[in-house]
């Protein structure tokens, strides 16, 4: 594999380190108040697992990755990234986490488990920061961490550190079908299997599709679907989401339609016109810091242009938070919440 020359530095570095690493010491018991785990495996101590098993090949991108050891040392990148891996119970294996502006914005109960992890970045994500926490196995997604031409898989496979591509950004790089809630369970339980805790990732994966089903299965007969814009921001020109990006497949299970759903694309700018014209019945504004999810709402609401939609007229919006609206354990949660919002008839208060 070609590399620059930044790059092989890089190696002639983590060549370095590795020679120096000290063994990892094991995980730190946790109370069972801070516990992100589901009830079926709360409370069980959380081991160590030996490096050394059988090889796990899982699907990454459409492609077969194979795992020769069991990560001890792991970077996350992405707020709800780094909320799948805390909801697994596996912050003993974090060694560094970035793209997480504020930790008040995870969870309460996950709050503490960060409290002695390095903050890499707050932003994107830095190979030389990266390399400084030694890790041998990283764990983000196209546009979440990984891009083109910076941080990739193929990179850090190069420099010996293995990776896992969150499932819903592949779109960024191959083809793709549809996106799906399944694309979130399917990343638990690929994680599950590269880190050795099966039981527990299906544990967790179970309870969330039985608290979908339950939403899914109120919904069925609705005799129409509300028509939703997700707003997530932007002035002059919004930035939505198409047909790719996990709104859509949680406005889908909530009883709706996502306006922008002929748009072949993930997170995308739209235009005004086009939300205009299609006139939404609801809003959902995602709570990403800037601006704060007040101020968007404020904005809508004072564009003459917008005044007549449906959605603005009857001030029908639900706040969504960042890491409720990219794949992670709290979409299930958001589903039923927005279902609620459509249709308070069928869908009870969260």
Not at 118 to 140: K, R
Not at 224 to 248: E, N
Request: charged letters at 20%; hydrophobic letters at 40%; a neutral charge.
């Amino acid at each position: 594999m070609k590399t620059n020359k930044y790059l092989r530095n890089q190696l002639l570095f983590l060549s370095g380190w590795r020679r120096r690493a000290i063994p990892v010491l094991a995980g730190l018991a946790l109370g069972a108040c801070s516990d992100p785990r589901p009830p079926e495996v709360r409370g069980a101590p959380v081991q160590a697992v030996p490096a050394a098993r059988a090889p796990v090949t899982v699907d990454v991108c459409g492609q077969p990755v194979t795992y020769t050891q069991v990560p001890q040392r792991a970077v996350t990148h992405g707020i709800n990234i780094t909320e799948m891996f805390l909801a697994l119970g596996l912050q003993d294996r974090l060694v560094g986490y970035g793209g997480l502006r504020d930790i008040t914005r995870l969870p309460p109960a996950q709050q503490p488990l960060l409290a002695t992890v390095p903050d890499l970045s707050n932003q994107g994500m830095n190979l030389e920061t990266l390399i400084h926490a030694q890790p041998d196995f990283v764990f983000s997604g196209w546009s979440y961490g990984f891009r083109p031409g910076q941080i990739t898989p193929a990179s850090l496979q190069a420099l010996g550190i293995a990776s896992y591509v969150l499932s819903e950004s592949c779109i960024r790089q191959v083809a793709r079908e549809r996106v799906s809630l399944e694309d979130t369970f399917q990343d638990l339980l690929a994680l599950g299997r590269i880190f050795a805790i099966e039981e527990r990732a299906e544990a967790l994966v179970n309870g969330l599709r039985a608290e979908l089903q339950r939403t899914t299965d109120a919904l069925q007969g609705l005799p129409r679907k509300p028509r939703v814009f997700v707003f997530d921001s932007g002035t002059d020109i919004p930035v939505t989401t198409g047909r790719y990006a996990m709104p859509q497949a949680m406005i889908e299970a909530a009883g709706a339609t996502n306006i922008f759903d002929d748009l072949d694309s993930s997170w995308v700018r739209g235009n005004w016109e086009d939300v205009i014209a299609r006139d939404p019945d609801w809003i959902v504004i995602v709570d990403n810091d800037s601006p704060t999810a007040d101020g968007k709402r404020q904005f809508l609401l004072n564009q003459p242009e917008l005044s007549y939609l449906q959605a603005i007229r009857a001030q029908r919006f639900v706040l969504m938070d960042f890491a409720e609206a990219t794949p992670g354990p709290r979409n299930v949660q958001a589903v039923r919440r927005l279902a609620h919002a459509l249709h308070p008839e069928r869908i009870p208060s969260p």
